[in-house]
């Protein structure tokens, strides 16, 4: 498959949900990839990124979202692994710790950590820039290219 991408370039659409509760974010480990990453997916058509990582989030953990709780801290375009990717992370904040609930297949492992502790994993890059601008107190990650998310961006969502 990367062969494909990497003669192809490929435009994908990925979004992806960074839950907080009190300070600790949920990281997902897929069975797929060396790395921890954030519950999320590709971006299915007629459907906004906001819409993709709602559905991404309670795929792959059992959480359930609604969309106006989704805030865009960050929006980039990037080349990975031969594809042309937009990503997309929206983050939340959980009042309550939500149970986690996971299939053990796509996803192997999933749990709130510290985002200290979460810098020392493996991680996606994108998702590194959000921990670290997080501990740095920013709302938006620096950096990188990330930009902030445009409210009129179609793909944004509402």
């Not at 509760?21 to 906001?50: A, D, F, M, Q, W």
């Not at 989704?70 to 594809?83: I, M, N, P, Q, Y």
Request: aromatic share 8%; proline share 9%; glycine share 10%.
């Amino acid at each position: 498959m990367r062969v494909y991408w990497w003669m192809a370039h490929p435009h994908t659409h990925g979004a992806l949900v960074a839950l907080w509760h009190e300070g600790r974010i949920l990281l997902v480990k897929n069975c797929y990839l060396p790395y921890h990453s954030l519950p999320g997916g590709y971006v299915r058509r007629r459907e906004t990124g906001r819409e993709a990582a709602r559905r991404e989030l309670f795929e792959e953990t059992g959480i359930p979202a609604d969309v106006s709780e989704l805030r865009c801290v960050l929006d980039e375009h990037h080349l990975w692994e031969g594809k042309k990717e937009h990503i997309q992370i929206f983050e939340m904040e959980a009042t309550e710790l939500p149970q986690v609930e996971i299939d053990h297949r796509e996803v192997e492992w999933a749990g709130f950590v510290d985002p200290k502790v979460g810098l020392a994993l493996p991680l996606f890059p994108p998702l590194r820039r959000v921990l670290a601008g997080r501990l740095e107190g920013e709302s938006t990650p620096r950096s990188g290219g990330p930009s902030r998310c445009s409210p009129g961006n179609p793909a944004s969502g509402p």
